[in-house]
């Protein structure tokens, strides 16, 4: 786990505690050591405590499943009730499957099915409280306690910094999803792809640590738009889509324990010769390929501990198609950077782009890391912003510098590859390994 994940998740606790103060209620946080260790002490704690029941989220990775079953095991011999709910999915893994009653493997009749499901399954959703009813209704109930702290809070834009800005109060977090929603722009499914721009609602951190849900998301694109949302014409489709990626990515790894196992989705890939070439790996790690979109979508990583969705594609394609590295190794690095580390989508993602796991993008199908960057990038803003030492380039020469000028003079890497020879290398690989099944 990221260091910056890592304090996002102190700094809400921290939070947490004050926000709970008030209410009287006092929170404890216990170290629960290791997944052996955990049941034990979780045991002892409720015993000493006299609680009769615990609750949690279910999580859907091997280790901890093996742990919840544990856990359980050991509170139930106390007499301690344990309750776990499926909360961090929009709709709970076992409650989609195709007409012949088997998990989905594609993605689009999983999302169909989903959007039915989600619709049957949300709560009504209440008319907006007024501009100026700022008040907290007093209920028993944590979902309208939650609720009625997002209606709180003001009307805010997306991003009024540069700099990645994570607050950790509830009402903060919740204002931050609800701006997002509020101000949200019909060019959502056109701005998502452009790095430079506050296009996206950068709440995967929340998602990630369980301090916001799927179901508010969904609940308050309701709340502000109706069903139209959900009609494709609606910018905001889009966006429920991506909730609904991450609901998936969390089925697969619920019904195919295999892929939370090492293995890749399509099982035969096991057997695929990556290319274990640690000075490749270390060169795509420290931003040093040669490729400006690449290296400055590295180091930004580095140093903020995130990464805009289409960068992400790009240097993971790069990093797959055209270095054929093991995705398992970049897999790890990013968790380990990533304040929005999250094992069922970054394990998705990863697979997605080694054409190894579901719906995978077919293997002859590369990115061509220069014209992502002209697309994506034109004017080279975001590049400069990471690259200082191509600052002064031109449009037509930031991308590609390397034919336009001498890079070593400016202190930048010379590419460790070639385009086209490494998509070809990439493509006899593939089309080899695939003949010789
Ligand atoms: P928005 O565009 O505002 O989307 C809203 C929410 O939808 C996101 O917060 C996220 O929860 C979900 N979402 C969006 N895109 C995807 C997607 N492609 N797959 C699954 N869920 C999605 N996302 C993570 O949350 N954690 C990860 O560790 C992670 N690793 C990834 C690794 C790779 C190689 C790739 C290609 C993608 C990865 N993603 C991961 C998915 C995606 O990049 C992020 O969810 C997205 O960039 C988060 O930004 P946002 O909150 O502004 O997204």
Not at 25 to 42: A, F, R, S, W
Not at 78 to 95: G, I, Q, R, Y
Not at 365 to 388: A, Y
């Amino acid at each position: 786990m990221a260091n910056s994940k890592i304090a996002l998740i102190y700094q809400r606790l921290v939070s947490l505690q004050e926000e709970l103060k008030e209410r009287n209620i006092n929170l404890q946080v216990m170290d629960g050591g290791n997944y052996e260790t955990l049941p034990e002490k979780l045991t002892e704690l409720c015993v000493k405590n006299h609680v009769t029941h615990v609750y949690c989220n279910a999580e859907y990775e091997w280790d901890e499943r093996q742990r919840d079953a544990s856990v359980k095991n050991s509170l139930n011999k106390m007499d301690v009730a344990f309750a776990t709910f499926h909360d961090t999915c929009l709709v709970k893994p076992t409650e989609i499957m195709n007409l012949k009653n088997e998990p989905y493997k594609v993605f689009t009749p999983y999302f169909k099915r989903w959007l039915e499901m989600t619709l049957r399954q949300l709560p009504g959703v209440p008319e907006k409280c007024s501009a100026n009813d700022t008040g907290l209704k007093h209920s028993e109930d944590d979902n309208q306690y939650i609720e009625s702290l997002i209606s709180k809070t003001n009307r805010v834009g997306t991003g009024d910094s540069d700099a990645p800005n994570w607050p950790a109060t509830a009402s903060e977090i919740t204002k931050k999803m609800n701006g997002f929603i509020i101000e949200f722009s019909p060019d959502y499914p056109k701005n998502r792809d452009i790095p430079s721009i506050e296009g996206t609602s950068k709440i995967s951190p929340y998602l990630s640590i369980g301090a916001l849900s799927p179901r508010q998301c969904l609940f308050h694109v309701l709340q502000e738009y109706g069903e139209d949302a959900l009609s494709p014409e609606h910018g905001a489709y889009t966006w429920v889509k991506e909730i609904a990626w991450r609901d998936f990515y969390r089925y697969v790894m619920f019904h195919f324990p295999h892929v939370s196992r090492g293995l890749p989705f399509q099982k035969h890939y096991q057997y695929f010769k990556w290319e274990n070439n640690q000075q490749h790996f270390d060169a795509w790690k420290a931003g040093e390929t040669g490729y400006p979109i690449v290296d400055a979508a590295m180091i930004a990583l580095k140093q903020t501990g995130w990464m805009h969705n289409r960068l992400r594609m790009i240097v993971a394609s790069f990093y797959c198609k055209h270095l054929l590295l093991p995705w398992k190794w970049a897999e790890d690095y990013f968790m380990s950077q990533l304040i929005d580390g999250d094992y069922a989508s970054n394990n998705g993602g990863w697979q997605w782009s080694a054409s190894v796991g579901t719906d995978a993008a077919p293997y002859f199908r590369i990115f061509n890391p220069t014209t992502q960057s002209e697309r994506f990038d034109p004017q080279g803003e975001f590049i400069k912003t990471w690259l200082p030492q191509l600052a002064h380039l031109s449009p037509k020469q930031v991308h590609e510098p390397s034919k336009h000028c001498d890079v070593q003079r400016l202190g930048y890497a010379l590419p460790i590859v070639e385009h086209k020879a490494s998509v070809a290398r990439t493509k006899a690989q593939f089309k080899g390994f695939l003949a010789a099944l």
